[in-house]
């Protein structure tokens, strides 16, 4: 074997170094793989700064509901803002590029929120540099233009953990819960719920169903005693095998459609 000529180990380590480098940014995965992946999660954010590295404080204001983006089906919308915004998406190369900022036009009575509100805007436009760390813990990195930088957290969505194409359904949920029967919780309390149905003009057709007790929980559903509401649910039947105590069956909320407080 003949030897490497000295002059070329330094490039030879460097392109060794480079191919064992560990993926942090989306040039690692083919643009398919990354939209799949910015799909599968909710992106929470957790951290903001500017080029200088000092904390964006606005865009932190409710530390409790951080601000958080989905990407669906070509649109990506923005949560926990004070107007829900929604901009167009797509993925060119390892950057992030939006289209024109949508929002819904509520009045931001809180200075907070509405401050909240313009420094989005301000930020997520235009092309965005976009890192994505695909590991146990996701991690996406939106920089701007001007040297922003974005850090959120991805956390799985309900069709990521329970699999599958859900059955959109709509329950009304009475006031009060009851009393039920679980092996394992003598005094556990549920829902009365029974289905309520709408035509394609969302207009409730035919007679509303039976009361029953249901005896899994509706995620981001808090039941309010005494308030009554119909809420819209994407219910999931769970294909791989489960626990024998846990349930196939999942409840998911995806909006409250109505509620009235109701005398006892």
Same mark, same amino acid.
């Given at each position: 074997m003949?030897?490497?000529?000295r @002059?070329?180990?330094?490039?030879?380590l460097?392109?060794?170094?480079?191919?064992?480098a560990?993926?942090?940014?989306?040039?690692?995965l083919?643009a398919?793989?990354?939209?799949?992946?910015?799909?599968?999660? /909710?992106?929470?954010?957790?951290e903001? @700064?500017?080029?200088r590295?000092r904390?964006?404080?606005?865009l932190?204001?409710?530390?409790?509901?951080?601000?958080?983006?989905?990407?669906g089906?070509?649109?990506?919308?923005?949560?926990?803002?004070?107007?829900r915004?929604?901009?167009p998406?797509?993925?060119?190369?390892?950057?992030l590029?939006?289209?024109?900022l949508?929002?819904?036009?509520?009045?931001?009575?809180?200075?907070?929120?509405?401050?909240l509100?313009?420094?989005?805007?301000?930020?997520?436009?235009?092309?965005l540099?976009?890192?994505l760390?695909?590991?146990?813990?996701? &991690?996406?990195?939106?920089?701007?233009?001007?040297?922003?930088?974005l850090?959120?957290?991805?956390?799985? @969505?309900?069709?990521t953990r /329970?699999?599958g194409?859900?059955? &959109?359904?709509?329950?009304e949920?009475?006031?009060q819960?009851?009393?039920?029967h679980h092996?394992?919780?003598?005094?556990?309390?549920c829902?009365?719920?029974?289905?309520? /149905?709408?035509d394609?003009?969302?207009?409730?057709?035919?007679?509303r169903?039976?009361?029953?007790?249901?005896?899994?929980?509706?995620?981001? %559903?808090v039941?309010?005693?005494?308030?009554? @509401?119909?809420?819209?649910?994407?219910? %999931?039947?769970?294909?791989?095998?489960v626990?024998?105590?846990?349930?196939?069956?999942a409840?998911?909320?995806?909006?409250?459609?109505?509620?009235?407080a109701?005398?006892p």
């Amino acid at each position: 074997m003949s030897a490497v000529p000295r @002059t070329l180990l330094p490039l030879l380590l460097a392109a060794m170094l480079e191919g064992c480098a560990s993926p942090g940014g989306s040039s690692a995965l083919p643009a398919g793989e990354v939209a799949t992946l910015l799909a599968a999660h /909710h992106w929470r954010l957790d951290e903001a @700064t500017d080029r200088r590295g000092r904390a964006i404080d606005a865009l932190m204001a409710r530390p409790g509901q951080p601000l958080q983006l989905d990407f669906g089906d070509g649109r990506l919308a923005v949560s926990n803002t004070c107007n829900r915004m929604s901009a167009p998406w797509r993925i060119e190369a390892d950057a992030l590029q939006l289209g024109p900022l949508a929002s819904t036009m509520m009045a931001c009575t809180d200075p907070a929120l509405a401050s909240l509100d313009r420094e989005v805007a301000t930020r997520l436009r235009g092309r965005l540099q976009l890192a994505l760390d695909a590991g146990p813990r996701p &991690r996406l990195v939106l920089t701007t233009a001007g040297g922003d930088r974005l850090a959120f957290s991805g956390h799985p @969505t309900a069709a990521t953990r /329970h699999g599958g194409v859900p059955e &959109r359904i709509f329950l009304e949920v009475a006031a009060q819960a009851r009393p039920c029967h679980h092996p394992l919780m003598p005094e556990m309390q549920c829902l009365q719920v029974r289905q309520v /149905h709408y035509d394609a003009h969302g207009l409730e057709a035919g007679p509303r169903g039976e009361w029953q007790l249901l005896y899994d929980p509706i995620e981001g %559903y808090v039941h309010r005693p005494g308030v009554r @509401t119909v809420l819209r649910i994407d219910h %999931y039947r769970r294909r791989e095998p489960v626990p024998a105590d846990a349930s196939r069956h999942a409840y998911v909320l995806d909006m409250v459609v109505e509620s009235e407080a109701v005398d006892p």
